[in-house]
């Protein structure tokens, strides 16, 4: 799978363990930064990531702050992005098959790495289930985002 992942600064460290793994596991993984420790604004990695899911440039993104709040609101400003705030297994799967989350927003602040390793392979094994029910309120969900689009 190609995937794109970026942090900012309360991120970074788990970034690079996960980019880590992800290539090893495989998987294309576009880094879209940041690099170092030094602060930096949140946003400007939330957008980049959420506008390479968007544009389909990759399947999935990873995104990851001290929280995973920031990036999340941000990422979810990009028309046709589904980001999600997970730090247990269950909402990463869940997000993808009942909501076809497409990045998945971790908090290095909050959980530890062995877990967060465990949410991203979950986030990544899980497909959109189509089902009925989950296809209607997907449906639901774009054309809200349509509706502000089209203002």
Not at 17 to 38: F, M, N, P, S
Not at 90 to 104: C, F, I, K, P, T
Request: proline share 2%; aromatic share 4%.
């Amino acid at each position: 799978m190609k995937i794109s992942i970026g942090s900012d600064h309360a991120g970074v460290s788990y970034k690079s363990q996960l980019t880590e793994k992800l290539r090893t596991a495989g998987h294309t993984v576009i880094d879209l930064g940041t690099e170092g420790t030094d602060s930096v604004d949140y946003p400007d990695f939330a957008h980049a990531v959420a506008t390479s899911v968007a544009t389909k440039e990759t399947e999935r993104g990873i995104l990851i702050c001290g929280s995973a709040v920031g990036v999340s609101i941000t990422a979810n400003k990009v028309p046709g992005v589904r980001a999600g705030v997970c730090h247990d297994t269950y909402s990463a799967a869940q997000g993808v098959d009942h909501d076809d989350m497409n990045v998945l927003c971790l908090g290095e602040r909050v959980i530890g790495i062995a877990l967060a390793h465990t949410i991203v392979d979950a986030f990544l094994e899980a497909n959109f289930s189509g089902a009925p029910r989950h296809q209607r309120r997907l449906d639901k969900v774009l054309a809200i985002e349509g509706k502000y689009l089209a203002t």
